[in-house]
């Protein structure tokens, strides 16, 4: 019975800690997304740059 009852006391620190990376996840990911997009975004402007001219 000990044994059945350490299983379910790791198998709820599992549950929580994984509603709390999701939590931490859903909160942040909009600044995350923007941040990545707009690192897209120069980057994509700046290879166009270089294309339209090369030499400077």
Known sequence: MKEATGE???TVVTIVLIGVIAAFFAFFWPTIRDSIQD?????????SEIQSNPLG
């Open 8 to 10: 379910l006391n790791m």
């Open 39 to 47: 690192t897209w975004n120069k980057n994509a402007e700046s290879q």
